[in-house]
């Protein structure tokens, strides 16, 4: 059983500054106590095409494991390693985020996919922030209530996540926003 979501938000900021605040989610020490379940990131590859002019990104992240307690219990571990790649192509606009998780799939799969493009109706002041996220517990197909309750526990902690996520990206673009103006930020 696979349950999907779609969560679209819109940021009152353009594209290059939103993209920006994104490379800095992690990095930002005023964002530790908000992003407390990120663990680690580790940059594994960077590569330019020269010819699309497309940047190419591969970030191992490591959290805390956002599933319910019996189900860790289960695993065995309280951490979960995922994969994140990042496709930038700046002559489209465009930003794409995908992570998977690669530690525990032989008993939950998640995966998130993050794009960012300038909105349509106001593609120079504004960005769209479409989050889509699919899970899937293998385990406990043959229980699908409780599979069922499990995954709505997941997209909980992930709706949370993608919250806080949104929330620490309007600071970044509002401290980048003054920053650009040459204003101090006040938070």
């Not at 920006?20 to 908000?34: G, P, Q, V």
């Not at 993608?162 to 401290?175: H, L, P, Q, S």
Request: hydrophobic fraction near 35%.
């Amino acid at each position: 059983m696979v349950k999907s979501y779609t969560h679209e938000y819109i940021y009152k900021h353009p594209w290059e500054r939103v993209t920006s605040a994104s490379w800095r989610k992690f990095t930002d020490n005023e964002n530790r106590h908000l992003l407390n379940h990120i663990l680690e990131v580790d940059t594994l590859s960077c590569k330019l095409d020269p010819l699309s002019q497309r940047l190419f990104i591969t970030r191992a992240v490591t959290t805390h494991f956002p599933g319910p307690w019996f189900i860790r219990k289960i695993v065995g571990q309280d951490i979960c390693h995922c994969i994140e790649s990042t496709i930038v192509d700046a002559q489209s606009r465009s930003m794409q985020l995908t992570s998977r998780n690669f530690s525990h799939q032989k008993f939950v799969e998640v995966e998130e996919k993050i794009r960012y493009e300038p909105h349509p109706d106001n593609p120079n002041e504004w960005t769209l922030c479409r989050q889509e996220t699919s899970i899937n517990i293998k385990p406990l197909s043959v229980l699908a209530s409780m599979a069922e309750k499990v995954e709505e526990r997941y997209a909980e902690k992930v709706l949370k996540y993608g919250a806080t996520g949104r929330d620490v990206m309007e600071r970044i673009c509002k401290y980048l926003e003054a920053e650009s103006r040459g204003i101090a930020f006040q938070s």
